[in-house]
Nanobody, 120 residues
Framework: QVQLVESGGGLVQAGGSLRLSCAAS????????MGWFRQAPGKEREFVTA????????DYADSVKGRFTISRDNAKNTVDLQMNSLKPEDTAVYYC?????????????WGQGTQVTVSS
């Protein structure tokens, strides 16, 4: 069992930045691939970015490439999402998730989410 708690969401103007953090507890954090997903009102949850257990592999949705950066610190059991050049369409609830298997699937553990609102 892995418990995930996100923090760092808030209200920001378009063009601004936010840094989300996800703190993990429970089973060995370094054994999990980690991902960030988001869900906007009236839309399905979508993949944003993921990072492998070692941090050596990362991937991003096309919509956030060049603007968002995922990182992890296995010593601190945290995974962060640095979001720059934010756009109103980035407004969503952002979820941290852990996968014991694949980078794009198998996400078994989820946080409660943190709201990000980008005003135009």
């Amino acid at each position: 069992q892995v418990q995930l708690v996100e923090s760092g969401g808030g209200l920001v103007q378009a063009g601004g930045s936010l840094r989300l953090s996800c703190a993990a507890s429970g089973r060995t954090f370094s054994g999990y691939n980690m991902g960030w997903f988001r869900q906007a009102p009236g839309k399905e949850r979508e993949f944003v970015t993921a990072i492998s257990w070692s941090g050596g592999i990362t991937d991003y949705a096309d919509s956030v490439k060049g603007r968002f950066t995922i990182s992890r610190d296995n010593a601190k059991n945290t995974v962060d999402l640095q979001m720059n050049s934010l756009k109103p369409e980035d407004t969503a609830v952002y979820y941290c998730a852990a996968s014991p298997s694949g980078l794009y699937s198998g996400y078994k553990y989820w946080g409660q989410g943190t709201q990000v609102t980008v005003s135009s």
